[in-house]
């Protein structure tokens, strides 16, 4: 299974659209902990592969993520991450 962000030069019938989220609640004590946002981005690749694999597909093609830090009155920040893509299948 693989991800890519550009697009596919081989004929191939397109699956649908993938999506996946993960997120991490940042404690007080470790708020400025922005970089635990690279383990986010592994988490979302690996939800997406797993449900382009159970639509069939051998790949996702065209992948974006967004990531957002988000900030509750009372509550602390949360990193969130999403990623989305189109799954393909190829055509032999």
């Given at each position: 299974?693989?991800?890519?962000?550009?697009?596919i030069n081989q004929s191939h019938a397109i699956k649908g659209i993938v999506n996946a989220t993960s997120h991490l609640m940042l404690?007080?004590?470790?708020?400025?902990?922005f970089e635990?946002?690279?383990?986010l981005f592994s988490d979302v690749e690996e939800k997406m592969r797993q449900r382009a694999a159970e639509n069939g597909?051998?790949?996702?093609?065209d992948?974006?993520?967004n990531t957002q830090?988000?900030?509750l009155q009372v509550a602390p920040k949360f990193l969130v991450v999403t990623g989305y893509g189109t799954m393909?299948?190829?055509i032999e």
């Open positions: 299974m693989f991800l890519t962000t550009g697009s404690a007080s004590e470790t708020i400025d902990a635990s946002m690279d383990q597909a051998d790949g996702i093609t992948v974006k993520f830090v988000v900030q393909i299948k190829f």
